[in-house]
């Protein structure tokens, strides 16, 4: 029977000590991983914080959330048309109509709201022009006529020294932001018209900006 010697390789007695280096290496580095991880995740919460903070400081000198601001709160001025009543024609079904209500009764305004089924019959009596209406129809005890969303300050200034011509303001349409068409912030350029005596009309004012109104 022949006896095989085995023969041990002069490399097999450095492959332990290699792989044992190898296992040493690779543990260390993922110890500095992980630390380096948490330390990481421990300084997020201040980062959050700082935007946070810079955040808010932005929003508070942002004019568009100044303008945001003034869209949401009306000024109001109790006294401005205290001693002035008028009639509302209006449809019953119509919000912001109710809406212009309320802005004009918050700035002194009087009123009577009527719902009526036929606006137009109500509009020619007052001689509102056809490209001049809106969707209610305004008239002050001494017959002066205010058509649609007309901020009760250009009332106010009207009433104060009104045109000889005049028959009253108007603001023809619906303009988005303007009193009682208030929606998300929203706001269009319009024209307060005046309304005159033999049919023709002339701008009284425009408005540019919500500041305009108030």
């Given amino acids: 029977m022949k006896t095989f010697k085995t023969e041990t390789s002069p490399m097999s007695n450095s492959q332990p000590?290699?792989?044992?280096?190898?296992?040493?290496?690779?543990?260390?580095?993922?110890?500095?991983?992980?630390?380096?991880?948490?330390?990481?995740?421990?300084?997020?919460?201040?980062?959050?914080?700082?935007?946070?903070?810079?955040?808010?400081?932005?929003?508070?000198?942002?004019?568009?959330?100044?303008?945001?601001?003034?869209?949401?709160?009306?000024?109001?001025?109790?006294?401005?048309?205290?001693n002035v009543s008028a009639t509302v024609y209006k449809d019953a079904n119509c919000g912001c109509c109710k809406d212009w209500i309320s802005h004009a009764e918050d700035n002194g305004l009087s009123t009577t709201a009527h719902d009526v089924a036929d606006l137009a019959l109500f509009k020619e009596r007052y001689g509102v022009p056809n490209d001049m209406r809106s969707c209610h129809t305004a008239v002050t005890t001494d017959g002066y006529v205010f058509e649609g969303h007309v901020p009760a300050k250009y009332v106010a200034q009207f009433l104060e020294n009104p045109p000889v011509q005049a028959l009253g303001l108007a603001v023809p349409g619906m303009p988005m932001g303007s009193p009682g068409m208030e929606y998300q912030n929203k706001f269009d350029p319009y024209q307060i018209m005046q309304l005159n005596k033999d049919g023709t009309s002339e701008v009284y004012a425009d408005i540019s900006s919500v500041q305009q109104q108030l």
């Fill in 17 to 82: 000590s290699k792989l044992l280096r190898s296992t040493l290496i690779l543990f260390a580095a993922s110890s500095l991983f992980a630390c380096g991880q948490a330390n990481t995740s421990a300084s997020e919460p201040n980062v959050s914080k700082v935007e946070s903070s810079t955040v808010a400081t932005s929003n508070t000198t942002n004019p568009n959330a100044t303008n945001a601001a003034l869209m949401t709160t009306p000024a109001s001025n109790p006294d401005l048309l205290k």
